[in-house]
């Protein structure tokens, strides 16, 4: 009967090694370029991704829409997953990043494209700030405003 000791002496690397793969496995979706985080926002909402929004954003969230509508963290999630029948085109430009230590402030401007189960296109411009604060070894989304809001196209002149 051959020993069990080799594969004994080996348990406690295999643990290390399963321990380290389930913590990249679960890093901050953020990531750790504060010049990427509204990009990864957009994405996310685009692919309706709910699982992403679960993990970035901070349990106490505030998400003010441009109607004035404020949501907390499950009701955000919940309007993401509900939104799953649409397809979204949201073009991100313009976008400024401060950061300040462990918070980061972004401003920026969205284009989006909505299309509805109907077909029915609706087009809109919003104008965010964003706070982004490092909790819990990563980097959540505390706070989602959007200043301002321009239905249809913007004016050409």
Not at 26 to 36: K, R, V, Y
Not at 86 to 100: A, C, G, K, N
Not at 120 to 140: P, S
Request: proline share 4%.
């Amino acid at each position: 009967m051959k020993s069990i000791a080799p594969a004994i002496r080996a348990l406690p690397a295999l643990l290390i090694c399963g321990v380290l793969v389930f913590a990249q496995q679960n890093q901050a979706p953020l990531g750790d370029d504060p010049a990427q985080f509204d990009a990864r926002v957009e994405a996310a909402t685009v692919r309706h991704d709910a699982n992403f929004f679960s993990t970035v954003l901070a349990e106490d969230v505030r998400f003010t829409h441009g109607t004035g509508l404020v949501q907390n963290k499950q009701q955000w999630v919940d309007s993401i997953r509900k939104g799953a029948g649409q397809t979204v085109v949201r073009e991100l430009d313009s976008t400024q990043v401060e950061p300040h230590g462990d918070l980061v402030e972004t401003l920026g401007h969205v284009h989006v494209e909505v299309k509805g189960a109907k077909d029915i296109a609706r087009e809109y411009h919003i104008w965010f700030v964003r706070l982004y604060q490092k909790r819990q070894g990563g980097w959540q989304l505390v706070s989602n405003r959007t200043v301002r809001q321009v239905n249809g196209a913007l004016p050409t002149s």
